[in-house]
């Protein structure tokens, strides 16, 4: 089947400290990647996306690169803020598929 | 606001009782998606609509639910004979239902809470 396997959080940062949230994934086919990000009582936002091997997504200052042979979209930022604290979600969707595939979240709280 | 729209936004029912959520999808997405969420998780799929037709449905979606789009515009998802393990966040989003791989936008979400 497929999964999203992100890492354990939470995890608590400096403000201006660089941040890398790791997120692996299983899929049966070729899936595209995104990363989503939750506020305190909001819902999902996209963050960023990308859609085949070696793309690049980015969006405010966070990066994240399409690894097939690593099966991997860790997400990056040079230098966080406190308004970055949030709970970030690496997902998975396949082709034509109608559902999206979600991590468990990994929480980031950015101190002054 | 042309986004993802949910009502309510916040329910507290009793064990037992029957609860309907609605979801307003972004204008003329023909796709249309619930998710359920709760504490600590990512939000887990249950069921999608291209336009008016329910395509897929997980196993997470037990007798107790059904969802429904007629028009294929809005959604509702109706829980009967709530269970203190329905307490949970039930997420709607929606997709242009035009492309290959697509975008889903979320909704606020409707917090659910079962006594």
């Known amino acids: 089947g497929n999964s999203v396997t992100q890492m354990e959080g939470p995890v608590t940062l400096s403000e201006e400290a660089f941040l890398t949230i790791n997120c692996t994934y299983t899929?049966?086919?070729?899936?595209?990647l995104f990363w989503y990000v939750q506020y305190p009582g909001e819902g999902l936002q996209l963050l960023l996306k990308?859609?085949?091997?070696?793309d690049k997504g980015s969006n405010k200052g966070f990066e994240a690169t399409y690894r097939k042979e690593t099966t991997s979209f860790h997400l990056e930022k040079g230098s966080v803020q406190v308004s970055d604290s949030a709970v970030y979600f690496c997902a998975l969707l396949l082709t034509n598929a109608g559902k999206s595939t979600f991590g468990d979240g990994t929480t980031l709280t950015v101190k002054p | 606001d042309t986004g993802v729209s949910q009502d309510p936004r916040h329910k507290i029912t009793k064990r037992g009782q029957n609860v309907t959520f609605r979801c307003d999808p972004i204008s003329e997405h023909n796709r249309l998606y619930w998710y359920r969420q709760t504490l600590g998780q990512g939000p887990e799929f249950l069921t999608y609509?291209?336009?008016?037709?329910?395509?897929?449905k997980s196993r997470l979606l037990s007798d107790r639910f059904s969802a429904e789009r007629p028009k294929g515009s809005f959604s509702t998802l109706e829980i009967q004979r709530t269970e203190q393990g329905d307490s949970a966040m039930y997420l709607c989003?929606?997709?242009?239902?035009?492309?290959?791989?697509?975008?889903?936008?979320f909704g606020p979400g409707t917090r659910l809470l079962v006594l």
């Open positions: 899929a049966t086919g070729y899936p595209s």
């Open positions: 989003a929606s997709s242009p239902g035009t492309g290959v791989w697509e975008t889903q936008y």
């Open positions: 990308a859609t085949k091997a070696d």
């Open positions: 609509f291209q336009n008016e037709a329910q395509l897929e």
